[in-house]
């Protein structure tokens, strides 16, 4: 299996070096089939050293915009880059555990699993650190995407998104910033397919730190939400 990790940075450039040497580390010594890796970076114009942390990096794909774009953005340009086999989108922080990957990865063993979420949920009630307003933000997404796709899943906006390569390549993708996550559970639903789910570990970041999603952003997830299921097909 060929795994490739499209991870969208911006102003990251206290924390993509460990992520990339934590991805480095990861071992699917678990699996029991060789995993080859494929690591592309979108610096999504950054002001900082991000991009030059990244050329640092030998065997490290980077792309950079020439302006800020978004996360969405950073994401479709990546997987134009992506010649593996399976996708996995990676923030460019600390808050998930790289060394869920080979948890995120056994599903795709199974005939017929074409997308796996890391839910944050399945291990904790209540993840550790989340602000009480983007919990109740994720609640009502995922009980958004359940109510009105049929999803029967936990964490709507988990990062740890993960697909058949060519499913994802296969999707309209329009999402410019951080609603990539209800747009692809929407797209993905509206074919009826199934997401499975499997713990993972999170720890959430601070503002203070760098966290650059907002709990306002789960009033743009929603509508995502509901568009897509209005939109004819």
């Known amino acids: 299996m060929r795994l490739s990790v499209i991870l969208p940075a911006y102003n990251e450039e206290r924390t993509i070096g460990a992520v990339l040497d934590a991805i480095s580390r990861v071992s699917f010594g678990s699996l029991p089939a060789p995993v080859e890796l494929e690591v592309i970076v979108v610096d999504d114009a950054s002001e900082d050293r991000t991009a030059a942390i990244v050329a640092g990096y030998p065997g490290i794909a980077l792309v950079r915009h020439d302006r800020n774009r978004g996360k969405g953005a950073a994401i479709r340009t990546g997987l134009a880059r992506v010649t593996g086999d399976v996708v996995i989108i990676q923030d460019a922080d600390m808050e998930y555990s790289v060394n869920d990957y080979p948890h995120l990865l056994r599903p795709f063993l199974e005939e017929g699993v074409q997308v796996v979420y890391g839910s944050r949920f399945l291990k904790r009630k209540y993840p550790r650190n989340m602000h009480w307003m983007n919990w109740l933000?994720?609640?009502?997404?995922?009980?958004?995407?359940?109510l009105l796709y049929g999803a029967r899943i936990t964490d709507e906006a988990t990062c740890f998104k993960v697909f058949r390569a060519s499913l994802l390549k296969s999707l309209p993708l329009r999402a410019k910033g951080f609603e990539f996550c209800p747009e692809v559970t929407a797209l993905v639903r509206t074919r009826n397919i199934a997401i499975r789910e499997v713990p993972v570990e999170y720890v959430a970041r601070t503002r203070a730190e760098g966290k650059k999603v907002r709990w306002t952003d789960g009033f743009r997830a929603l509508k995502i939400?509901?568009?897509?299921?209005?939109?004819?097909r």
Do not use: D
């Not at 933000?137 to 359940?146: I, P, Q, R, W, Y």
């Not at 939400?225 to 004819?232: E, K, S, T, Y």
């Open 225 to 232: 939400l509901v568009v897509n299921r209005l939109r004819p």
């Open 137 to 146: 933000a994720n609640k009502l997404l995922t009980f958004t995407a359940n």
